[in-house]
């Protein structure tokens, strides 16, 4: 992909206009994504476009109209450099806004489906880097639901979010989720619970 690609995407992402060009912009992500290059502004603006379109879909909730299926992005689970495990999460909230904000309606499938984010999720916390690990976490209350985080790096703090993020948006938008009566209330209340639970910890031999 050319370098003038890059250059487009500020203009294409203009947050000031109520919805920016986001297609033209999401066209540009797509085929940047199949030749990726490890390092560098192309690598750089790349980034930057898919977290303006993750924003962009969450202020507006929708999906991101990205479609990654033919990306050169790693997105096992086996040891890598920080850069790739961020990378990694990030695509797995574009994957979890798709599933809870996108076209299709809730089916027989739909249940897999969640259970794979589920599972993704889950297991990406688990086998994140030890340089992913807070440093610091504060004490929490009913006053104080948000305590203070403190990370070794930007990248980890930056991972923290997108999880939590797609955590919280997959724990609003299961499909068991009763649709009215008592046991919506009481699936409701079971949410609130649910979101405040913390990332598991790494065990101490993968520190």
């Known amino acids: 992909m050319e370098d003038t690609d890059s250059a487009r995407l500020p203009a294409l992402l203009d947050v000031k206009s109520p919805e920016p ?16 290059l490890p390092r560098g502004l192309h690598q750089a603006a790349f980034w930057a476009g898919v977290r303006q379109e993750i924003y962009l879909a969450v202020l507006h909730q929708r999906s991101t109209n990205l479609c990654f299926d033919r990306c050169n992005i790693d997105r096992s689970l086996e040891k890598a450099e920080d850069e790739v495990w961020i990378g ?22 739909a249940m897999t489906k969640y259970e794979t984010l589920v599972g993704y999720s889950t297991a990406w916390a688990s086998t994140r880097p030890g340089s992913f690990e807070p ?73």
């Open 21 to 36: 060009n986001s297609t033209a912009a999401c066209k540009i992500l797509e085929a940047q994504a199949e030749f990726l």
């Open 88 to 109: 990694r999460i990030i695509l797995h909230l574009v994957d979890v806004l798709e599933f809870c904000f996108g076209p299709q309606e809730i089916d027989a499938c």
């Open 135 to 207: 440093i610091f976490i504060g004490s929490s209350h009913i006053e104080n639901p948000f305590p203070e985080v403190i990370f070794l790096g930007d990248c980890a703090m930056e991972a923290w979010n997108f999880y939590h993020l797609s955590r919280m948006l997959l724990i609003a938008h299961t499909p068991a989720l009763p649709r009215m009566g008592r046991s919506y209330i009481a699936a409701s209340q079971s949410i609130s619970v649910s979101s405040y639970e913390p990332m598991p910890s790494l065990r101490k031999d993968r520190l």
